[in-house]
């Protein structure tokens, strides 16, 4: 079978054609499994055929011609009792004695019986028993599952990568944008680009990085995936008090960026600061 490059051999650097390429190979392979498994599974039907129609015959016709010896016996020894009123060509084909005929039945029984033997002595030889056939079929198509998995996974990885590549550059747009907007004042209500409140602060970020955040502050706590704070990666969003009324950008290290209050501005400061309320939740939005 042919080498396998499984995604753990990846080193993260294959061009998007090489993984095309391999993919493409594996797909053939996987179709030339299809096939080996298809051929195996008319060879089991063919095979079946055979055995149908092979030595559970031979009693069968052993009976046939038995029954058949019986009726020339009987049609035989009718003829050598009225010998002399046979029409000349029966008579010509019939041994000249009952001893000549028994003789050759005898003979006749010996051949048979070796044919017989014989059937039953090499079918079973020459077919593959069930279970072969069923290891054949198994095999073929666990070859084939394996092939298109990895073809799948591989398929997967770019796509993948390429997912959190763009979450990384949002992360990081959304954090230039918040810290570019320190020394700004916080404005009740505001969503830029002079002013903010909490979370129109965290929507502009947010919608700088290409992603839509609504903008109520508690339909933002259900915008994304819920994180401990001791996961909290840049970009994720902080939410405050028990009714969830504040909101910050956390830009790594304990520290985040959020328009705290009516006559303060927007600035970068430790989630657990002096006076912070207690954090609520971490939301990494979708």
């Given at each position: 079978?042919?080498?396998?490059?499984?995604?753990?051999?990846?080193?993260?650097?294959?061009?998007?054609?090489?993984v095309?390429?391999?993919?493409?190979?594996?797909y053939r392979q996987?179709?030339s499994?299809?096939?080996?498994?298809?051929?195996?599974?008319?060879?089991?039907?063919?095979?079946?055929?055979?055995?149908?129609?092979?030595?559970?015959?031979?009693p069968k016709?052993?009976?046939?011609?038995n029954?058949?010896?019986?009726r020339?016996?009987?049609?035989?020894?009718a003829?050598?009792?009225?010998?002399?009123?046979?029409?000349?060509?029966s008579?010509?084909?019939?041994p000249?004695?009952?001893?000549?005929y028994?003789?050759q039945?005898?003979?006749?029984?010996?051949?048979?019986?070796?044919?017989k033997?014989?059937?039953r002595?090499?079918?079973?030889?020459?077919?593959?028993?069930?279970?072969?056939?069923?290891s054949d079929?198994?095999?073929?198509?666990?070859?084939?599952?394996?092939?298109?998995s990895t073809a799948?996974?591989?398929l997967a990885?770019?796509t993948?990568?390429?997912?959190?590549?763009?979450?990384a550059?949002a992360?990081?747009?959304?954090?230039?944008?918040?810290r570019?907007?320190?020394?700004?004042?916080?404005v009740?209500g505001?969503?830029?680009p002079?002013?903010?409140?909490?979370s129109g602060l965290?929507?502009?970020?947010?919608k700088?990085?290409?992603?839509?955040?609504?903008?109520?502050?508690?339909?933002q706590?259900n915008?994304?995936?819920?994180?401990?704070l001791?996961?909290a990666?840049?970009?994720?969003l902080v939410?405050?008090?028990?009714d969830?009324?504040?909101?910050?950008?956390?830009?790594?290290?304990?520290?985040?960026i959020?328009?705290?209050?009516?006559?303060a501005?927007?600035?970068?400061?430790?989630?657990?600061?002096?006076g912070?309320?207690?954090?609520?939740?971490?939301?990494?939005?979708?």
């Open positions: 079978m042919a080498g396998i490059w499984t995604p753990a051999a990846d080193d993260g650097d294959r061009s998007l054609g090489e095309e390429r391999k993919v493409d190979d594996l996987a179709e499994g299809t096939e080996t498994y298809n051929a195996t599974r008319e060879r089991a039907a063919r095979q079946r055929g055979r055995v149908d129609t092979g030595p559970e015959d031979v016709l052993a009976r046939t011609l029954s058949a010896r019986e020339l016996g009987s049609f035989t020894a003829q050598y009792r009225t010998r002399a009123s046979a029409p000349d060509a008579a010509f084909l019939l000249d004695t009952p001893q000549d028994f003789e039945a005898q003979l006749m029984s010996r051949l048979t019986s070796r044919q033997n014989a059937v002595h090499e079918t079973p030889e020459s077919l593959p028993t069930p279970a072969d056939t069923q079929l198994r095999t073929a198509k666990a070859t084939v599952q394996k092939k298109l799948r996974e591989l990885r770019p993948a990568r390429k997912h959190q590549e763009a979450t550059l992360r990081q747009q959304a954090v230039a944008f918040a570019a907007q320190v020394g700004k004042p916080y009740w505001a969503a830029g002079g002013s903010y409140d909490s965290t929507q502009a970020a947010w700088a990085a290409g992603v839509t955040l609504p903008r109520v502050i508690t339909d706590a915008a994304g995936t819920t994180v401990s001791a996961d990666q840049p970009g994720d939410f405050f008090h028990e969830i009324t504040h909101v910050g950008v956390y830009v790594g290290d304990g520290t985040m959020h328009a705290p209050k009516p006559g501005y927007v600035r970068e400061e430790p989630v657990h600061h002096d912070a309320a207690t954090v609520h939740s971490v939301v990494r939005p979708a």
